[in-house]
Nanobody, 124 residues
């Protein structure tokens, strides 16, 4: 089992920045590709970003490319999502997810473990 705990969400004005963290425990962190997803009220959960096990490869949804950066620190068993130039449409619950020994999954069905999420609200 892998336990994931997100933090760093909050209320920010449009154009502002937030950094989300997801701390993992229970297994060898570097064995897992990591991803961030988000879900807004009344909408489907959507892919945001993913990072490979080493951190050497990353992928992004078109809607966040150039504004968000995913990274990981395997020594700290933590994955991050730096969010810049935030827009009201970025408002959602952000969840991190882990998948064992797969390169860099980009769909939610590929992930094995999920955190509870952290709320991000961007005001206009």
């Amino acid at each position: 089992q892998v336990q994931l705990v997100e933090s760093g969400g909050g209320l920010v004005q449009a154009g502002g920045s937030l950094r989300l963290s997801c701390a993992a425990s229970g297994r060898t962190f570097s064995d897992y590709a990591m991803g961030w997803f988000r879900q807004a009220p009344g909408k489907e959960r959507e892919f945001v970003a993913a990072v490979s096990r080493s951190g050497g490869s990353t992928g992004y949804a078109d809607s966040v490319k150039g504004r968000f950066t995913i990274s990981r620190d395997n020594a700290k068993s933590t994955v991050y999502l730096q969010m810049n130039s935030l827009k009201p449409e970025d408002t959602a619950v952000y969840l991190c997810a882990a998948r064992f020994r797969v390169f860099m999954p980009t769909t939610q069905n590929e992930y094995d473990y999920w955190g509870q999420g952290t709320q991000v609200t961007v005001s206009s």
